[in-house]
């Protein structure tokens, strides 16, 4: 079965910077990765995904990227705000996977 | 409408007690999902119903006994629970064709006592 493996496990930035979180699959199956951000006391909230046949994709300061040969990914934030505080999964599964493997979580502090 | 909701917020139960958590959709999704969230865990996936029909069971325990009435409601009935079961329990949803596309509810937070 799918094994993903995400570090770091705390990540905290002044706001402004950057933050980057890496996650690596084992499956080579895989072809679909989102990232959910969870804030406290609420459930994860998908905000965005890649899919195997993208190596980038950008989502005004969020960007993904894949590296399909490698089996890692990455999230990117940029001009990290407050509000960027939370925990972040990345996950993978396949598309005619219905049982989705998330890693072990970031926990981003943004300092104002 | 994107949103999943999950009644109760919070629940406190005593190890004999049956009760109850209710999560509704009204996506059109004709999957949907429980998940077992412990303190700064990953969710773990425990049931998925794929229109109407338990698809995928993670080898739960029977105290935990999921149902799905029509395709916009989620039940999972709770009895005999042990206290290592206080987590957070998320129910999601996805388009049957888009599994990986999932949509979360807030959860409900259980404590057994």
């Known amino acids: 079965g799918e094994n993903v493996e995400q570090h770091p496990s705390t990540l905290s930035v002044q706001e402004g910077d950057s933050a980057v979180i890496k996650c690596t699959y084992s499956?080579?199956?895989?072809?679909?990765f989102p990232w959910y951000k969870q804030e406290l006391g609420k459930g994860p909230q998908l905000i965005i995904d890649?899919?195997?046949?993208?190596g980038e994709k950008k989502d005004q300061r969020i960007a993904v990227t894949l590296n399909k040969t490698a089996k890692h990914f990455s999230l990117h934030i940029t001009e990290t705000q407050p509000e960027d505080s939370a925990v972040y999964f990345c996950?993978?599964?396949?598309?005619?996977?219905?049982?989705?493997?998330f890693g072990a979580g970031t926990r981003l502090t943004v300092k104002p | 409408d994107t949103e999943v909701t999950q009644t109760p917020k919070h629940l406190v139960m005593g190890m004999t007690n049956k009760k109850s958590l209710k999560c509704e959709q009204h996506?059109?999704?004709?999957?949907m999902y429980w998940y077992k969230q412990k303190a700064k865990k990953p969710p773990e996936l425990m049931f998925v119903?794929?229109?109407?029909?338990?698809?995928i069971n993670e080898s739960v325990p029977s105290r935990f006994s999921p149902e799905c009435p029509n395709s916009s409601l989620l039940n999972l009935h709770l009895h005999a629970l042990q206290p290592e079961d206080s987590a957070l329990y998320l129910c999601?949803?996805?388009?049957?064709?888009?599994?990986?596309?999932?949509?979360f509810g807030p959860g409900t937070r259980l404590t057994v006592t």
């Open positions: 890649i899919r195997s046949n993208v």
């Open positions: 499956d080579s199956a895989s072809n679909y």
């Open positions: 119903y794929s229109y109407e029909k338990l698809s």
């Open positions: 999601a949803s996805s388009q049957e064709d888009r599994y990986y596309e999932q949509y």
């Open positions: 996506m059109g999704h004709r999957a």
């Open positions: 996950a993978a599964t396949s598309y005619n996977n219905n049982d989705m493997r």
